[in-house]
């Protein structure tokens, strides 16, 4: 066993890195990378901050790792290994981007579906190949895939294998973004840019409300509404945003 980390985390002010650091096989997604992602997780969930999830070299993720795979039997896939990970990256408090040049495949791909926002570059490829393998892709795409690109798309995509292009990805708006792969992380970084001058309690509850389910609206609307109509920052910059209509109307 190698003793090179599987993840590299770079921590920053008000975001994180996530580096997929099995380059030599892809960044296929083992155990260790697994119990790596949930430590991080851990720390996101403590401190929440945006995260962005990029792999080394020219592959996101190839997938799950097919050796550990074939060894797998019924008790593993009733672990939910992959499917939990997975999910608990999607209910991260803050939003997640998904950098994604070459090969996002399997579970690669499935850790792609489950970011908030997937930005790829003209190599990206993006597709679930488990029947292929006698397996299928349960690990989200199962259902996240539909709600992202609609139930004949997913279909062809997990039933019959198609694996879509990054200009077709960002025709059906799974990929936000195609950029060129030196330009990638850099892109990214725009991303969270963006996402960092709103208010975090405003982000962090808009993207809890935003995934709960369709019976808990209206009420889990009003209450996140309640929560941020009583704090400071909403009224600091409400009333900054009035201040600057008011110069700039004045100068009229």
Same mark, same amino acid.
């Given at each position: 066993?190698?003793?090179? %980390?599987?993840?590299?985390?770079?921590?920053?002010?008000?975001?994180?890195?996530?580096?997929?650091?099995? %380059?030599? #096989?892809?960044?296929?997604?083992?155990?260790?990378? #697994?119990?790596?992602?949930?430590?991080?997780?851990?720390?996101?969930?403590?401190?929440?901050?945006?995260?962005?999830?990029?792999?080394?070299?020219?592959?996101?993720?190839?997938?799950?790792?097919?050796?550990?795979?074939?060894?797998?039997?019924?008790?593993?896939?009733?672990?939910?290994?992959?499917?939990?990970?997975?999910?608990?990256?999607?209910?991260?408090?803050? %939003?997640?981007?998904?950098?994604?040049?070459?090969?996002?495949?399997?579970?690669?791909?499935?850790?792609?579906?489950?970011?908030?926002?997937?930005?790829?570059?003209?190599?990206?490829? !993006?597709?679930?190949?488990?029947?292929?393998?006698?397996?299928?892709?349960?690990?989200?795409?199962?259902?996240?895939?539909?709600?992202?690109?609609?139930?004949?798309?997913?279909?062809?995509?997990?039933?019959?294998?198609?694996?879509?292009?990054?200009?077709?990805?960002?025709?059906?708006?799974? !990929?936000?973004?195609?950029?060129?792969?030196?330009?990638?992380?850099?892109?990214?970084?725009?991303?969270?840019?963006?996402?960092?001058?709103?208010?975090?309690?405003?982000?962090?509850?808009?993207?809890?409300?935003?995934?709960?389910?369709?019976?808990?609206?209206?009420? #889990?609307?009003?209450?996140?509404?309640?929560?941020?109509?009583?704090?400071?920052?909403?009224?600091?910059?409400?009333?900054?945003?009035?201040?600057?209509?008011?110069?700039?109307?004045?100068?009229?």
């Amino acid at each position: 066993m190698s003793g090179k %980390p599987s993840l590299l985390v770079e921590e920053g002010e008000n975001r994180v890195v996530w580096r997929l650091n099995r %380059p030599d #096989v892809r960044n296929a997604i083992d155990r260790s990378m #697994v119990d790596a992602l949930h430590e991080a997780c851990a720390a996101a969930e403590a401190e929440p901050k945006i995260v962005l999830i990029v792999g080394e070299g020219a592959t996101f993720a190839a997938g799950a790792d097919i050796a550990q795979l074939r060894e797998r039997g019924r008790d593993d896939a009733l672990r939910g290994i992959n499917s939990k990970i997975f999910d608990r990256i999607h209910k991260l408090p803050m %939003p997640t981007i998904g950098l994604l040049d070459g090969y996002a495949l399997g579970g690669g791909a499935e850790l792609a579906y489950a970011c908030d926002f997937r930005i790829g570059t003209p190599r990206t490829r !993006l597709g679930n190949p488990e029947t292929g393998l006698g397996i299928l892709a349960a690990a989200g795409a199962a259902w996240r895939l539909a709600e992202l690109v609609g139930e004949p798309l997913a279909k062809e995509i997990l039933l019959a294998g198609r694996v879509l292009t990054a200009e077709e990805a960002l025709s059906v708006h799974l !990929l936000n973004e195609v950029v060129q792969p030196g330009d990638l992380l850099a892109t990214g970084h725009l991303l969270a840019d963006r996402i960092a001058a709103q208010a975090p309690l405003a982000t962090r509850l808009m993207k809890a409300v935003f995934h709960a389910p369709r019976d808990a609206h209206p009420f #889990v609307d009003d209450v996140a509404q309640a929560v941020l109509f009583e704090t400071e920052e909403k009224h600091a910059r409400m009333t900054a945003f009035l201040d600057r209509r008011n110069r700039k109307e004045g100068h009229r």
